[in-house]
């Protein structure tokens, strides 16, 4: 197998995320990469992949769409071009870089249910902004083997999303949400608006989208003093929280170790 395969095939293991600027390598390594034929009518026939430890893998995260409406501290430059409505500079509909179409993205996570993935996670950028996100949910529904469909969305767009998309066969969503302040919201993510995502949140769980999970990304001194308000926010519903740390690259190192909150 040549290098450019086993790092892509590493990328997915483990939960590993397809970024669309390597999903057109992706589309014909997954079918090719298999020493049995893949009928990806059937998806039968395919060679489970394994991680170098020997574990199988199954599951995969696929980014949709590099644009996001929000500009978050850690993530993106405020002038970033691919956040907000733009179009990355790109003309293919403002989808970013290099995108494919639904028919595409079924035609890899088709491959990958063939070679033993079961659980597909739809990521971006923000996922939500992906033009028929609820027509390429529906036809991962149809694809033999996958047996969970998730979403990690920063909710803003959800309220209006979630019934079609749980409707769709979407079984779950993971939401964003770094603050329950109002200002210290749209301060971390530069303009968002925490009532939407609160919309969001209960639009999801109307629609049965549980158990959900909001993913709390903790920096020092500024969000780290909510803990126990999210604790809070989650008893008697059907919702967890994870906090998760700075990560201390791109922008995140930027900020420095001073904004990392320790554990110890």
Known sequence: MST???????????????????????????????????????????KNMEDRLGRKITYLRVS???????????????????????DCGNSNGGLGAAALDNESFLRIIAAAAALGVKK?????????????????????????????????????????????????????????????????????????????????????MAAGLSLIKLNVVLVKGVNDCEISDFATLTMGLPIQVRFLELMPFGIGAEMGRRDCLSLS
């Open 4 to 46: 450019l395969k086993q790092l892509i095939l590493l990328r997915i293991s483990s939960g590993g995320n397809i970024s669309i600027p390597c999903c057109y390598q992706c589309a014909g390594l997954l079918i090719k990469t298999s020493t049995q034929s893949i009928n990806l009518e059937s998806g039968k026939g395919g």
């Open 120 to 204: 597909i996670r739809l990521t971006g950028g923000e996922p939500l902004v992906y033009p028929d996100l609820a027509a390429l949910v529906a036809g991962i529904r149809a694809i033999a083997g996958i047996e969970e469909i998730t979403l990690t969305t920063n909710g803003l767009l959800l309220a209006e999303q979630a019934g079609q998309l749980k409707a769709a066969g979407l079984d779950r969503v993971n939401i964003s949400m770094d603050s329950l302040e109002v200002t210290r919201f749209a301060e971390l993510t530069r303009g968002g608006d925490l009532k939407k995502v609160l919309q969001g949140m209960a639009a999801a």
């Open 64 to 86: 949709v769409t590099e644009r996001c409406n929000l500009r978050c501290l850690y993530c993106r430059p405020e002038s970033d071009s691919g956040a907000g409505d733009g």
